[in-house]
């Protein structure tokens, strides 16, 4: 596939600049699921993609203009797309890539359209609008655009308030194996530390973050360090 950098896509009226495939979703074997969504004049409006132990990544758009949304979520945690409100109705087609794709039933990442953000108290709204760019900065793959989704999800990691899409607690898990990825294991085990207990108050969290842990200190030779903690993942793991 490729990509081509710095153009501006419209989607259903909302202008976005980043990287855009030009074509419609293409399966070249990791595309599992395509949806269309209608989007309402003048109303924000979002998708939700829990991914459910596969590695997902997203594009979205219409016509011959796709924008791609990846966050460094291994298997574990969410994309989140936001759309801002078009002057006009319309529609956008969302295509969903992933690998690891497990055979079981139920096992594809699950898909929430919120039709309607404005609904949303504005906290909550802000932070799916600053989740979906730091997505869609990550997803360009540059050095510059990752540094600044970096940013932009370490930002969020330091937010506090009620959590209920769990924004937060995924933003600490992505900003911890941005770091990684950048990489600086310290930082990743610095935030770690920092947020553990937030991300521990849920196994899946727990596991994710025992994991991350245990890579990072291989990345600084701390292989009895990482030794322990791959330990602990296996041992939350149900």
Known sequence: MRWRPTIEAVIAGATLVGCTAAH???????????????????????????????FVWLEAGKG???????????????????????????????CVHTTFLHQAAGDKPAITFIDNAATLPSTQRARLQRFSEAARLWGQATASSQQQAFALLSELAADGGDDPQRILQWSRLAAARAALSLPNPRTTLALLE???????????FAVAAKKLQGLAELHLNDFPAAETSFHAALALSP
């Open 24 to 54: 419609a979703c293409l399966d070249d074997g990791t595309l599992v699921d395509t949806r269309s969504f209608k989007l309402a004049a003048q109303v924000p409006s979002a998708v939700q993609v829990e991914q459910r132990g596969q």
């Open 64 to 94: 011959n203009e796709y924008l791609r949304y990846s966050l460094p979520n291994d298997r574990t945690g969410m994309e989140v797309i936001y759309f801002e409100p078009p002057a006009t109705a319309g529609s956008i087609e969302l």
């Open 194 to 204: 920092k947020y553990g207990a937030g991300l521990g108050g849920d196994t899946l």
